[in-house]
Each structure stands twice: as structure tokens, then as C-alpha cells.
């Protein structure tokens, strides 16, 4: 290996081979990197892309991050078909090999504590939207209609009504996303309340009530998402997605995202 090093996630040694030619970022192959009884998957990409400079300028491109994200995200999902990874942050970038291995050393008790934590377990990943708000109806400003005093009060009358109604409406999203959380943090190991997602940065329609994420024991997948499948006709005017099983980054902690000079 002549490039930069790209670490997707550290582990224990596998139990089962990687899929054959597994592909990473910038279509480079990915690799087994142990040491101290650790494995960190990992890939060569080149300096001119990933450097400090470079990579800055490439996170403001959302066609070169999109298919980064989509790459990194194969890998990690082919490592969590044989293990349970502890996945590290899109363009973790590292000088060489020694780099990898000196990460791995400053922080291996919170790594072998995480992995022990995360073991047999995948995150689930639940959003609630509110599809539409209270429509508006058309608003006749005072100047347009009958006499003025009281086409003034009409007016007033029906903005007083269209705000209280919009306020309903929201209240009512907020409380069903809180009992939601409520009842499905009861049933996970753990649980993360993310910040509400941008519908204009994300593309999703509605707006964002609950986004959050669920550590469950693989072996309890089925019975949350029934948990969650039973909420969806409980919300009239809401979207319940649910997303998963990923790698548990919500839950993996932080390890150092870049060392090149």
C-alpha cells in the first residue's frame, strides 16, 4: 500500500471470510489490518483526494458524497453480514498503516468496551413526519371585502383560527413522536434523539418530528419492527418510517476521523 489509508471500521477478527473482492471508496479493494487483536478494514485512496484540502473541498461536491457515503456504506454492511463492527465516520482518513495502528492503541479500551457492548446488536433507525399541516384557506385581505370594520374582524377571526388549528395539529405530532420514543426506548437497549432532519437537504416530504435511533439484539429485530409497524395506524396525518438494520454508529462513540498532514 502506497496511498492514504481509509479506515470503515474496527472489529475482532472475523468468523467469516469478507464477500470475495469487496470494492470501497474510490473503487479500491478492501483489507484486514490487525493488531493488538484487532482487525480495522481499511483501504488505499489516493493522496490528491483525500488529503486534508482536497477531501474538504470534495465534501462540498454532494455527487462525489453521495457515491463516497454509498461505498463506505457497502463495506460496512458486508462486515455486518460476519460480525459486529464498530463502524468510524466517512472519510476517516489515516497517513499509512502505522497511523491505523497507533489510533487503534490510544484508544483500544474504549474500542474492545464498545465492541463487547455493540455485539450482537444492530440499529434501527425510526422517523416521524408530519405529511401536512393545516391547510390554509385562501385569505381575503380587509381592503378587499364589505365594510371594513368588519371585514377587518372576519379577517383577524380567521388567522386566529388558522394558527390555533396549525398549533393543534403540531401538538398533536409532537405528543404521538414523544409516546413513540417513549415505547420504543422501553423495548431497545439504548436509544439517541438526532436533530430533526432538513426536508431540504434530505428530499423527504413532511416535516420531521422524531428522528431517532434503537440498539436491539439481533435477535429482537422482528419484534420491533412489529412494535413499530402497530404505531403506523395509530397517526393520522403521519409518516412513520422505519430504516435498518444498520451497523450501530449512533451508539459507537467517537475515534479520531483524520491524521494527515
Known amino acids: 500500500m502506497t496511498g492514504l489509508r481509509y479506515v470503515y471500521a474496527v472489529c475482532r477478527p472475523l468468523g467469516a471470510p469478507l464477500q470475495a473482492q469487496l470494492t470501497g471508496v474510490a473503487g479500491a479493494p478492501a483489507k484486514m489490518l490487525t493488531h493488538h487483536g484487532l482487525v480495522a478494514v481499511v483501504s488505499e485512496v489516493p493522496e490528491r483526494d483525500f488529503s486534508e484540502e482536497p477531501l474538504r473541498t470534495h465534501l462540498e461536491d454532494l455527487d462525489w458524497l453521495a457515491a463516497t457515503a454509498r461505498a463506505h456504506q457497502g463495506v460496512i454492511d458486508a462486515l455486518t453480514v460476519v460480525t459486529t463492527p464498530l463502524p468510524l465516520r466517512m472519510a476517516t482518513v489515516f497517513r499509512d498503516d502505522s497511523g491505523v495502528r497507533s489510533m487503534i492503541e490510544s484508544r483500544e479500551e474504549h474500542i474492545r468496551a464498545t465492541l ?29 371585502t364589505g365594510p371594513k370594520a368588519a371585514s377587518g374582524r372576519d379577517y383577524l377571526r380567521r388567522r386566529r383560527q388558522q394558527t390555533m388549528a396549525r398549533e393543534d395539529v403540531w401538538q398533536k405530532a409532537e405528543t404521538f413522536a414523544t409516546r413513540l420514543h417513549e415505547k420504543l426506548s422501553a423495548f431497545a437497549e439504548d436509544s439517541r434523539l438526532h436533530a430533526p432532519q432538513n426536508a431540504t437537504l434530505s428530499g423527504a416530504a413532511g416535516r420531521n418530528v422524531l428522528n431517532a435511533a434503537y440498539l436491539v439484539p439481533r435477535g429482537h429485530s422482528e419484534e420491533f419492527v412489529e412494535l413499530v409497524d402497530r404505531t403506523k395506524d395509530d397517526a393520522p396525518g403521519l409518516r412513520v418510517e422505519l430504516t435498518g438494520p444498520w451497523a450501530a454508529y449512533s451508539f459507537a462513540g467517537e475515534l479520531p476521523q483524520q491524521e494527515v498532514p
Open 116 to 144: 463487547e457492548r455493540l455485539q450482537g446488536r444492530v440499529e434501527w433507525g425510526v422517523k416521524v413526519y408530519l405529511e401536512t399541516e393545516q391547510p390554509q384557506e385562501a385569505e381575503a385581505s380587509p381592503a378587499e
